[in-house]
């Protein structure tokens, strides 16, 4: 039984992390600012400890007492690092530079960090990614993730602080809100709900990796359970689609048609990207994931679109 906190607990990705964890036996510690009084996971076995990630103390509060801290917050997403890069440094970058220091100050073993397995490669036209190619983003987003991966290594060689970098592809699932304007999956149901047209970004040939969130964290918790023999883990399907597929799927899972209206695409996006995951599926066997078309059906019931399924 390990002791972690998850920051970022009650946010997409970390809320049903708490859940795995939990259910693997690991004693939980929550912390976020949960500004909405809701508790987003559904596991009662937690400790819930409110706090503002731009808080030195709260973060030192935090990780103390804990073996292994799972850092899943940003305070930007894609959109509004874009917007303002400087933001993103000033909170997202330098508080996380913070935070790995509360980490060595308490004596935390290890540091689990939620990067991005899309903007940190770029463009490269390559037909899938490895952890091994290079990193080249072109985005303000990609290039803060890959400035904290590098700051999780400073710590490593100078402080002895065990890290493992998670580069994730585009995941989804439930409590997925698209209310943060990220990920085509939550926007495009989120449009469909409130019956507005979907825009969609370029031609729709733009090709992601899509990963259901509880493959996702089914992937974490066994590294959670065992010693990771690398610093570094693409987690992905490892199989593309395309925003024109992805919105076929929707419909054919909706039973009907809805309206798309094209809009330019940014000149930061990247036009493919797919991970190659066969470094965790080699060290960990896991290879029972979850269909596009299932994981959207999934998604589906927690919107009020599930009235309308066939």
């Known amino acids: 039984m390990t002791k972690c906190v998850i920051i970022g607990a009650n946010g997409f990705i970390g809320s049903h992390l708490v859940d795995e964890l939990v259910r693997r036996g690991h004693t939980v510690r929550a912390f976020d600012r949960f500004s909405s009084q809701h508790r987003s996971y559904v596991s009662d076995q937690v400790e819930s400890m409110a706090g503002d990630f731009l808080n030195d103390a709260d973060l030192k509060r935090a990780v103390l007492g804990q073996d292994v801290v799972y850092h899943f917050l940003s305070t930007t997403t894609p959109a509004t690092a874009q917007a303002d890069p400087t933001m993103d440094v000033r909170t997202n970058v330098a508080q996380s530079i913070a935070l790995l220091q509360s980490c060595v100050q308490v004596g935390v073993r290890r540091v689990y960090f939620a990067s991005t397995g899309g903007a940190i490669y770029g463009d490269q036209s390559l037909t899938e990614y490895k952890e091994e190619d290079a990193t080249l983003p072109i985005s303000p987003y990609g290039i803060g993730k890959l400035s904290i991966e590098n700051y999780l290594r400073y710590f490593r060689v100078t402080e002895g602080l065990e890290s493992v970098v998670l580069r994730i592809s585009n995941p989804y699932g439930p409590r997925q809100t698209g209310n943060r304007g990220q990920g085509l999956i939550p926007i495009a149901l989120k449009q469909i709900a409130a019956g507005n047209p979907v825009v969609r970004l370029g031609d729709g040939s733009m090709v992601r990796d899509y990963l259901y969130v509880e493959d996702l964290v089914r992937m974490i918790g066994l590294m959670s359970d065992t010693e990771p023999r690398h610093s570094m883990y693409n987690l992905g399907s490892g199989h593309g689609a395309s925003v024109n597929e992805v919105l076929t799927v929707i419909g054919e899972v909706l039973g009907r048609e809805f309206k798309i209206v094209g809009r330019d695409s940014p000149a930061t996006y990247v036009s493919k990207v797919i991970l190659n995951t ?33």
């Open 278 to 310: 066969d470094r965790f599926h080699d060290e960990f066997r896991d290879t029972n994931l979850t269909s596009l078309h299932t994981g959207i059906a999934n998604t589906l019931q927690q919107l009020p679109l599930s009235g309308m399924l066939p």
